[in-house]
């Protein structure tokens, strides 16, 4: 199975500072069309987790623009460019390129 | 608007079954695969098991192998799942996601396996 390691697990931001979320793969996540299959979601409190990145670095619609994704083959990051009170929440990586799908452990994102 | 609802939850004993079943509305549900995802209380996401557009291939987590089956009805636009021989540690919210890349969710539904 693929191991997705996200660092760090907790992430204390300031309001207005930018954020960064690192994601790392057992195994290259580049599939056999030559996409690579790493998303990025978030789960505010008490919500169901909604996609912000497909494919790395694709923002799904109504996602603003201060969240961005980029990486390539194991090593993935996930940044908000300036975090604001509606950003508090946990956020996961998930790989679709392989088999089991397989999610990170999570990071949490709260304001200081 | 895309629609995903999820509901058949409940509590049950250890042994027991359930199913669960996912309403969508709001797009061409017979051209998306489907999925269930889980999450223990206050845990991390557990991918469960994929069907795809047609029925006709689904995937499994070695946690559930054997033991849940995903199925859709698509003349009823409805997904479901299947779960028999429930265990303590199948406690959880069970969300159904559309598409193999999970562009949207459900709202979840809780499965509370205790005696």
């Known amino acids: 199975d693929v191991v997705m390691t996200q660092s760090p697990l907790s992430l204390p931001v300031t309001l207005g500072q930018p954020a960064s979320i690192s994601c790392r793969s057992s195994?290259?996540?580049?599939?056999?069309?030559?996409?690579?299959?790493l998303n990025w979601f978030q789960q505010r409190p008490g919500q169901s987790p909604r996609r912000l990145i497909y494919?790395?670095?694709n923002r799904d619609s109504g996602v603003p623009d201060r969240f961005s994704g980029s990486g390539s083959g194991t090593d993935f990051t996930l940044k908000i460019s300036r975090v604001e009170a509606e950003d508090v929440g946990v956020y996961y990586c998930?790989?679709?390129?392989?088999?089991?799908?397989?999610f990170g452990q999570g990071t949490k994102v709260e304001i200081k | 608007e895309v629609q995903l609802v999820e509901s058949g939850g409940g509590l049950v004993q250890p042994g027991g079954s359930l199913r669960l079943s996912c309403a969508a509305s709001?797009?061409?549900?017979?051209?998306?695969?489907m999925n269930w995802v889980r999450q223990a209380p206050g845990k991390g996401l557990e991918w469960v098991s994929t069907?795809?557009?047609?029925?006709?291939?689904?995937y499994y987590a070695d946690s559930v192998k054997g033991r849940f089956t995903i199925s859709r009805d698509n003349s009823k636009n409805t997904l479901y799942l299947q779960m028999n021989s429930l265990r303590v540690e199948d406690t959880a919210v069970y969300y159904c996601?559309?598409?193999?890349?999970?562009?949207?969710w459900g709202q979840g539904t809780l499965v509370t396996v205790s005696s």
């Open positions: 996601g559309r598409t193999l890349h999970f562009d949207y």
């Open positions: 709001g797009f061409i549900f017979t051209t998306c695969a």
């Open positions: 069907v795809s557009y047609s029925g006709d291939n689904t």
């Open positions: 195994q290259s996540l580049v599939y056999s069309d030559g996409n690579t299959y």
């Open positions: 494919k790395v670095s």
């Open positions: 998930m790989q679709a390129t392989q088999w089991p799908r397989t």
